[in-house]
């Protein structure tokens, strides 16, 4: 009995690691498609509420600074 599974006893654990790595990858595909359809519904409504409530703003002016520059050579 002790040498049938010693026999069986790899290709069960090979069974085991096959089926852990395919479930891992199936976890993984779902974590990612729900990720992107979750920053596709944010990203969606962002841009609505952007689009929707934009407020028109002035340009800004330009502000001349009057003084002197120095450069580093000057000192």
Avoid: C
């Amino acid at each position: 009995m002790k040498s049938v599974f010693y026999k069986i006893a790899p290709f069960v654990a090979l069974g085991i690691t096959v089926f852990i790595f395919m479930a891992g990858l199936i976890i993984l595909a779902y974590i990612l498609i729900f990720g992107s359809l979750i920053g596709l519904i944010l990203f969606g409504i962002n841009w609505l509420r952007n689009k929707l409530s934009a407020k028109s703003q002035p340009p800004a002016r330009k502000v001349e600074k009057k003084g002197r520059t120095i450069d580093h050579n000057d000192i």
